[in-house]
C-alpha cells in the first residue's frame, strides 16, 4: 500500500526543475534501498539501521565489544545490525557460539567482503578468502608450518634462542623503566620471521621496527568509524581524506617490505632444498601454475604471509603485554608463579614443554591472561553458506556473523569468578590445572555496568539535567540509582561515586587504576595531551613528581615562603583600604593576591595590581574556566568535528586561553635570554635545567611547549581555587557578621594589631582555622570534582567498568554527606570544633580530592587561606552596602564561583 502510494505520487510530478529530479531519484534509491534489504521473516531482531549507512552510527568504534554486549541485553543473545552493505548477526554466549561455530561449523566457515578488504589483501590469502582458494591456501598453510616445527619440539629451540636476545635486551636496561612494547613485537615476530623468511631480524633493525610500528597502527585503524564509512560509500571516500588513507598507505607499506624479502628469496631459491615458507610458497607456485583458482601466485603469497605476521605476532605480543601489567597489578600471583618456577625448573635451566604438566598454577596465570586480556574481543566476523536456522531464528545465506567472544569468556554461568583475575578459574579442587568448555581464547569484555537514568540518544541525560545545578541532581540520582551510577552527557557514559565511604574506598584503594584523565577533544585541542592536569601515563607522573619537588625548593609547604605571602597581604591590605569603605567587587584584587604567590614561585616575579595588562589576564582566565564549564563545551566534546567550523562561546574559551598560553610563552622567552643553570631563580629556570638533563627521554615531555602548558596549569590552579574560596570567605562573613566577630576577636586575642598573623599562630587559633575549614566545605568550589579515567577494566563495587571509562567522585556528596556532618547543608564553624572549642580535623574533609591525584597544591593553599583571610579580618570588618542582602547564588563553570557581589571594608 505504501509503496503503490509513492508510486502514484512519482506519476504525477510535473517534472520542471533539476531538484525535482534529484528528489524523486533519491525517493527512488529509498525504494531500492527498502526493497534490497527487506528483512526475512523471523529474522533476528536489532536497532532500526539508517538508510544506506545502517548501524554505524550505533556502535562505539572504540568499544564495539562492549556495546554490542550491552545490545544482547535489549534484543536477546541472538539480534541483528546492519554495518555498511553487510547484514549481521551478533551471536552472544557460549552455547550460542558454540552451537554457530561448533556444531553448524560448515555452515559458518564463510569470510564476509567488504571494500576495505578487497581494496587491502583483494580477499587474497589465509585469512580473508572464501570457497576453494581459501580450501587450498590454508591447506599448504597448515602442513607447511608443521613442517618448519608448529606443534613440534622442533619449534622449541628457537624459541629458546630468541628468549636469549630477549633477556639480554631486557637487562640493559638495568632496572629503569622502559616500555616493553617493541621487545615482545620484536621476538614474538622473530619466531614467524624464521618459518616465513628463513631468519630472525635484531631489535635494532629499524627497517623491521617500522614495519611493525605500521603493523600496530593498521590494526588500531581499522577499528574506526572511518573504516565503516569506506565500506558503504567507497568512491566517494577515495576523494577525501582521512584515516582510512592511513590505514591503507601501511598496509601497501608491510606489503612493500613483505616484497622485498619475497624478491630476496627469488634470487637464491632451490626448489630441491626449500629454507622456509616463502621457499614452500614459490615452488607451489610451480605445481599449481595451471590451477588458477587455487591463489597461487606472488600477489597471493604476500597476503598469505601478511596474514601470518598478523596473527603470528600480534595476538601472542599482546597477551604477553597483558602478562606483565597483571603482574605488575598483582605482585602476589607473579610471586605464586615465581615459587613454582623455582621448584620445578630452579634457576640452572630454563623451562621447557615437558615442564608445562608440572606447573599447573603457572599454566592457569597465562590462561587467565589470555581470557582476562581480551586482545580479540569480537573474533573475526563468518559468514553464513547457505541459509540455515540458528535457535528460532532464520539466518540467510551471505549473512555477517560475529560470534562475541566477550560473552563467552565472561559468561556468568561457567566461570567462578567471570570479572576477576583469577587464576583458580583453571584449577580444580585439587589444585590441578583444568580447562573450561568456555575457554575460546583472545577475549573478554565486562556485562555490567553502573545503572542510571534512562539517556535519549545523542544528547544522553541533558534531559535531566540543570546545568547550574548537576552536582545537586547527581545527588538525587544516587537516592535512586545507589552510590555507584552512571549518567550521560552527550558522550559516553560517566561513572559517578557518591558518598565520602564510596569515594574514598575507591579513589584510595584503586589509585592507580583511576591516574588517568579522560581525553576530553576541547582539553585536548587547547593544550593537547601536555601539562600537569590532563596528562596521563609515564609523562604525567614525570611532570608531576619534578613540579612538586621543584616548588618545595623554593618553599612551597615551608616556613620559607611564609615573607612572600606575607609581602602580598600587605599589598592587598594596602588596596582595599584606598576603597576608603566604598562598595566594591573584592574578586579581582583577591586573584591578584594569591595569583602573586604563584607567579613568585613559577615566573621570579609578581605583579602590580595597577598593571592593566595582568588584570586583563585574570580576567580572561575567569571567563575561561566559567566557559569551559558551559554547555558548549559539552557539545564541543561531543561533535569535535562539527563545533570547529561553528562560532559560539566556545571560539572565546580557545581565545582566551590562547591569550595566557602567550602570557606564559613570553615569560619563558624571556627566561632563556638570561638563564643560568647554576643559579635557578624560578620553576621554569629548574624546567629549562630539567630539559637538558632528558633531552634524550621525549616521552617525559621536558619541551618548551609542555614548559608553557605546565606554567599556565600552575598559574590557573594556584590562582582559581584558592582565590574563589577566599571570595566565599568574604561573603559568608558579610553574610554572618556575628561569625566574623568571633573570627576578629580570637586574632585579637592571639595575635593583636602590631604584626601580622604567622603560620604560627594557627595552633592557637581554633576557631579561625575551624571558619576556614567551614569556608572550603560550604563553599565547595569544585563540586564534581576532575574527571578521572581508568587505566585497565576493573571493578568498582559490583559493577564491571571499560579501560579508559570517566570516573568522577561527586564531593558534594562527601562535603554534604548527612552520615559524617551534624548539619551539612547550614554553615557551621561547629563541624571542626571538639566540646571543648579546640580544632578537630575530620575524615569526610577533602576539598583537594585525595589519592594518586590529590591537588598537588594542597599545602599551599592551606598556608595562603589561612595567612591572607586571618590577615583580612585583622584589618578591616567586611559589610554588605547599605539595603543590599547578601546574596548565596553561584554560577558553575568548572568552578563553583559566587554570583559577583559587593561589599564595604572599615579598617579597624
Not at 637538558?692 to 618548551?704: I, N, Q, R, S
Not at 553574610?735 to 568571633?742: F, L, S
Not at 548527612?818 to 571538639?834: A, K, V
Request: contains cysteine.
Amino acid at each position: 500500500m505504501v509503496l503503490g502510494n509513492i508510486l502514484s505520487s512519482l506519476a504525477s510530478v510535473q517534472w520542471t526543475d533539476v531538484g525535482t529530479v534529484l528528489l524523486m531519484f533519491f525517493i527512488f534509491l529509498l525504494i531500492s534501498y527498502h526493497l534490497r534489504n527487506r528483512k526475512p521473516r523471523n529474522y533476528p531482531p536489532g536497532p532500526t539501521p539508517l538508510p544506506f549507512i545502517g548501524n554505524v552510527f550505533n556502535l562505539d568504534a572504540k568499544q564495539p565489544h562492549i556495546h554490542l554486549t550491552k545490545m544482547s541485553a535489549q534484543y536477546g543473545n541472538i539480534f541483528s545490525l546492519r554495518l555498511g552493505s553487510l547484514n549481521t548477526v551478533v551471536v552472544n554466549t557460549y552455547s550460542l557460539v558454540k552451537k554457530a561455530l561448533i556444531d553448524h561449523a560448515n555452515i559458518f566457515t564463510g569470510r564476509p567482503t567488504n571494500d576495505v578488504l578487497k581494496r587491502i589483501i583483494k580477499c587474497q590469502g589465509v585469512t580473508f578468502n572464501n570457497g576453494y582458494s581459501w580450501k587450498q591456501q590454508r591447506r599448504f598453510t597448515l602442513s607447511t608450518l608443521k613442517y618448519f616445527g608448529v606443534g613440534k619440539r622442533s619449534l622449541e629451540v628457537i624459541i629458546m634462542e630468541e628468549y636469549k636476545f630477549l633477556h639480554q635486551t631486557i637487562m640493559e636496561t638495568n632496572g629503569l623503566p622502559f616500555d616493553p612494547h617493541y621487545f615482545i613485537n620484536n621476538a614474538v615476530s622473530n619466531i614467524i620471521c624464521n618459518m616465513v623468511f628463513g631468519r630472525r631480524f635484531e631489535y635494532t633493525d629499524q627497517r623491521f621496527l617500522n614495519m611493525l610500528s605500521l603493523m600496530s597502527k593498521a590494526l588500531k585503524l581499522q577499528t574506526s568509524v572511518w573504516i565503516q564509512l569506506y565500506s558503504v560509500f567507497p568512491y566517494v571516500m577515495d576523494l577525501l581524506p582521512g584515516p582510512h588513507k592511513d590505514l591503507f598507505s601501511c598496509f601497501h607499506q608491510v606489503c612493500a617490505f613483505i616484497k622485498e624479502e619475497v624478491d630476496k628469496h627469488y634470487a637464491d631459491w632451490d626448489p630441491s632444498s626449500p629454507r622456509d615458507f616463502i621457499d614452500c610458497y614459490l615452488t607451489e607456485i610451480q605445481k599449481r601454475k595451471d590451477d588458477l583458482e587455487a591463489g597461487f601466485h606472488e600477489e597471493g603469497l604476500q597476503y598469505a604471509v601478511l596474514d601470518l605476521f598478523v596473527a603470528g605476532t600480534e595476538t601472542t605480543s599482546t597477551t604477553l603485554l597483558w602478562a606483565f601489567v597483571y603482574m605488575m597489578k598483582y605482585p602476589e600471583i607473579q610471586e605464586k608463579v615465581q615459587e613454582e618456577i623455582d621448584k620445578v625448573v630452579g634457576r640452572s635451566r630454563r623451562p621447557n614443554i615437558d615442564d608445562r604438566p608440572s606447573m599447573p598454577y603457572t599454566d592457569a596465570v597465562i590462561h587467565e591472561v589470555q581470557r582476562m586480556g581480551n586482545v580479540v574481543p569480537l573474533s573475526v566476523p563468518r559468514m553464513t553458506n547457505e541459509d540455515t536456522i540458528l535457535e528460532s531464528y532464520y539466518i540467510p545465506k551471505g549473512t555477517q556473523i560475529i560470534p562475541n567472544l566477550t560473552s563467552v569468556l565472561f559468561d556468568q554461568t561457567k566461570w567462578k569468578s567471570p570479572y576477576s583475575f583469577d587464576p583458580q578459574n583453571f584449577l580444580n579442587d585439587q589444585s590441578k590445572f583444568e580447562k573450561p568448555e568456555a575457554f575460546i581464547p583472545f577475549s573478554a569484555a565486562p556485562k555490567n555496568f553502573p545503572p542510571g537514568p534512562w539517556s535519549l540518544p545523542i544528547i544522553g541525560d541533558l534531559h535531566h539535567i540543570e546545568h547550574n545545578k548537576i552536582h545537586l541532581q547527581v545527588a538525587k540520582f544516587a537516592e535512586k540509582y545507589g552510590d555507584i551510577l552512571s549518567i550521560r552527557f552527550l558522550g559516553p557514559r560517566i561513572v559517578m561515586l557518591n558518598g565520602y565511604k564510596r569515594v574514598k574506598e575507591v579513589y584510595l584503594q584503586q589509585g592507580d587504576n583511576l591516574a588517568d584523565r579522560p581525553v576530553l577533544p576541547m582539553i585536548y585541542d587547547i593544550a593537547e595531551d601536555k601539562g600537569l592536569i590532563g596528562a596521563s601515563g609515564y609523562k604525567w607522573k614525570h611532570q608531576r613528581r619534578f613540579a612538586l619537588s621543584t616548588l618545595r625548593n623554593f618553599g612551597l609547604g615551608k616556613k620559607s615562603l611564609e615573607p612572600s605571602i606575607h609581602l602580598e597581604c600587605c599589598f592587598l591590605n594596602e588596596t582595599i583600604s584606598n576603597e576608603n569603605g566604598r562598595p566594591f567587587n573584592p574578586q579581582i584584587l583577591l586573584n591578584n593576591a594569591v595569583s602573586n604567590v604563584i607567579c613568585v614561585l613559577v615566573f621570579g616575579n609578581r605583579f602590580e595590581y595597577s598593571d592593566n595588562d595582568f588584570q586583563n589576564l585574570l580576567k580572561n582566565i575567569n571567563e575561561a574556566v566559567y566557559l569551559d564549564g558551559s554547555i558548549w563545551a559539552q557539545l564541543y566534546n561531543m561533535f569535535p568535528w562539527l563545533m570547529r567550523q561553528l562560532p559560539g562561546p566556545h571560539k572565546k574559551s580557545f581565545a582566551l586561553w590562547q591569550n595566557v598560553i602567550d602570557f606564559a610563552r613570553e615569560k619563558v622567552n624571556a627566561h632563556r635570554v638570561d638563564y643560568d643553570p647554576s643559579n635557578p631563580r624560578d620553576y621554569i629556570d629548574c624546567f629549562l635545567a630539567e630539559m637538558e638533563k632528558l633531552e634524550d627521554d621525549t616521552a617525559a615531555g621536558f619541551d618548551v611547549e609542555n614548559l608553557c602548558i605546565c606554567a599556565l596549569d600552575l598559574f590557573v590552579a594556584g590562582t582559581e581555587t584558592t582565590s574563589t574560596t577566599l571570595y566565599w570567605g568574604l561573603l559568608y562573613m558579610i553574610k554572618y557578621p556575628e561569625i566574623q566577630a568571633k573570627v576578629q576577636e580570637e586574632i585579637d586575642c592571639v595575635v593583636g594589631g602590631s604584626r601580622q598573623p604567622s603560620l604560627s599562630d594557627r595552633d592557637n587559633m581554633p576557631y579561625t582555622n575551624a571558619v576556614i575549614h567551614e569556608i572550603q566545605r560550604s563553599g565547595n568550589i569544585v563540586p564534581l570534582n576532575l574527571p578521572r579515567a581508568t587505566v585497565e577494566d576493573t571493578l568498582i563495587g559490583k559493577y564491571s567498568i571499560p579501560k579508559g571509562t570517566a570516573v568522577i567522585g561527586s564531593l558534594t556528596s562527601v562535603l554534604f554527606d548527612e552520615s559524617e556532618w551534624e548539619t551539612p547543608h547550614s554553615f557551621n564553624p561547629g563541624h571542626f570544633l571538639d566540646a571543648e572549642g579546640k580544632f578537630r580535623k575530620r575524615v569526610a574533609f577533602l576539598p583537594f580530592s585525595l589519592g594518586k591525584r590529590v591537588c598537588p597544591g594542597e599545602q599551599l593553599a592551606r598556608m595562603e587561606l589561612f595567612l591572607f583571610f586571618s590577615s583580612l579580618l585583622q584589618c578591616f570588618t567586611f559589610s554588605s552596602p547599605a539595603g543590599v542582602e547578601p546574596s548565596m547564588d553561584y554560577k558553575l563553570g568548572t568552578t563553583r564561583c559566587p554570583q559577583p557581589y559587593k561589599l564595604c571594608a572599615l579598617s579597624r
